[in-house]
């Protein structure tokens, strides 16, 4: 009598190969997510959507958090986009604050200087020599931690700051702190019966430095020397003339923020990239590769043998009449959630049979042996071929 050879065993464990196939697909949707995400931000100018060196703004590069620090110190904060509104609010009890961002003309130049105010000058402008008469631009310097080096109390207060950006040459009289290679980089000084601070940087009011070394101390001590600080900002809407232009009406086109064609061309390619992944169609379904195919009669069959060995009647008397009544409740036009009592009245109705029998058919007790558990078994589907067949 010849061996009988055994079934070759096929292995299922996932290999190199078929997690790549299988994940070729979603590494590709997440690089192109990755890349549709990425391109608007490098080919956005740097700090769109950001008002540097605004009272109002929380970003970064705002100076939201300095003129917070001023109100709780007894400092009213005065924003204004145009210089005409700031010569309108200056006054002996104000100061004003013209920053690099706002983009001055040699009127508005004029303007401010002869409103007479004290100002504070912060970061590179083209028309210092009539802002701050007298101070001199030297040379570009490196901003980092500086020390004051001077006698000017708002200064030594707040000790080291970071400061840098643009040094000056000072005029006679003036006093000069924070220096680089030789030249201050802030200069105080009075033209006109004015007191005029010109700062090479504005980086240490920002709410990103603000909390570094003094910056915080300088700042207040810079910035509230006067009851009122009217903070020159950049419009919200830019004029082609200038900080004091008026600009014309605008289309609706034109209102939309510039991220908004951005943001659709993403939603759309992100759609596209879903339509052909869920729409793709490669070929035939694969059928998975069991290492043993079991006709169903086996299987249970093989069920009911571990049940007889077990003696577990319960579970097999349990199984039949579970079955049995999944089956019938749909041809009774019953629910899955309906009650035993639903189900037996039911099952009596369309077979004739009485309720109690009904009962101790579907929800009776556990069979004493194994004949009666075969006589259960008659009985369940007895009344499933009547109700079939009703």
């Known amino acids: 009598m010849s061996a009988v050879t055994p079934p070759t065993s096929v292995s299922t464990s996932p290999t190199a190969g078929s997690v790549w196939r299988g994940g070729r697909g979603m590494l590709?949707?997440?690089?192109?997510?990755?890349?549709?995400?990425?391109?608007?931000?490098?080919?956005?100018?740097?700090?769109?959507?950001?008002?540097?060196?605004?009272?109002?703004?929380?970003?970064?590069?705002?100076?939201?958090?300095?003129?917070?620090?001023?109100?709780?110190?007894?400092?009213?904060?005065?924003?204004?986009?145009?210089?005409?509104?700031?010569?309108?609010?200056?006054?002996?009890?104000?100061?004003?604050?013209?920053?690099?961002?706002?983009?001055?003309?040699?009127?508005?130049?004029?303007?401010?200087?002869?409103?007479?105010?004290?100002?504070?000058?912060?970061?590179?402008?083209?028309?210092?020599?009539?802002?701050?008469?007298?101070?001199?631009?030297?040379?570009?310097?490196?901003?980092?931690?500086?020390?004051?080096?001077?006698?000017?109390?708002?200064?030594?207060?707040?000790?080291?700051?970071?400061?840098?950006?643009?040094?000056?040459?000072?005029?006679?009289?003036?006093?000069?702190?924070?220096?680089?290679?030789g030249r201050p980089t802030l200069v105080r000084h009075t033209v006109d019966g004015a007191t005029v601070t010109v700062i090479g940087d504005s980086a240490f009011m920002t709410n990103m430095r603000l909390a570094e070394d003094g910056n915080a101390a300088l700042a207040l001590n810079l910035t509230g020397a006067k009851p009122r600080l009217i903070w020159l900002t950049a419009p919200e809407e830019p004029t082609t003339t200038g900080v004091t232009g008026t600009g014309e009406g605008k289309t609706l086109g034109e209102l939309i923020p510039d991220a908004v064609p951005w943001a659709m061309l993403q939603l759309a390619v992100a759609v596209a990239v879903v339509a052909v992944w869920r729409g793709r169609r490669l070929g035939p379904v694969v059928a998975e590769r069991l290492p043993v195919v079991v006709r169903a009669s086996e299987t249970v069959e093989g069920r009911g043998r571990l049940y007889r060995a077990r003696r577990a009647r319960d579970r097999a008397a349990q199984a039949l009449r579970a079955a049995a009544i999944d089956r019938m409740a749909p041809r009774l036009g019953l629910p899955p959630t309906a009650s035993p009592e639903e189900i037996v009245a039911a099952v009596a109705v369309r077979t004739g049979r009485e309720a109690p029998e009904v009962r101790a058919?579907?929800?009776?007790?556990?069979?004493?042996?194994?004949?009666?558990?075969?006589?259960?078994a008659g009985q369940l589907d007895t009344l499933e071929r009547q109700v079939r067949d009703s």
């Open 361 to 376: 058919a579907l929800y009776g007790p556990v069979p004493a042996d194994d004949s009666a558990l075969v006589a259960l």
């Open 28 to 181: 590709v949707i997440a690089l192109l997510v990755l890349v549709t995400a990425v391109v608007p931000v490098l080919l956005s100018s740097p700090g769109t959507g950001d008002r540097p060196l605004d009272p109002t703004d929380s970003s970064l590069q705002g100076g939201k958090a300095l003129a917070q620090l001023l109100r709780r110190h007894g400092v009213s904060v005065e924003r204004v986009e145009s210089v005409s509104a700031m010569a309108a609010s200056a006054g002996p009890d104000s100061q004003l604050l013209i920053g690099d961002t706002v983009a001055l003309s040699a009127d508005d130049a004029r303007a401010i200087a002869a409103s007479g105010a004290d100002r504070l000058i912060a970061g590179r402008q083209t028309h210092l020599d009539i802002l701050a008469k007298g101070v001199l631009t030297s040379k570009d310097v490196r901003s980092r931690s500086r020390e004051p080096r001077c006698a000017l109390p708002g200064a030594t207060r707040a000790g080291s700051a970071f400061i840098g950006g643009v040094s000056f040459v000072a005029p006679g009289g003036a006093t000069g702190c924070y220096p680089a290679a």
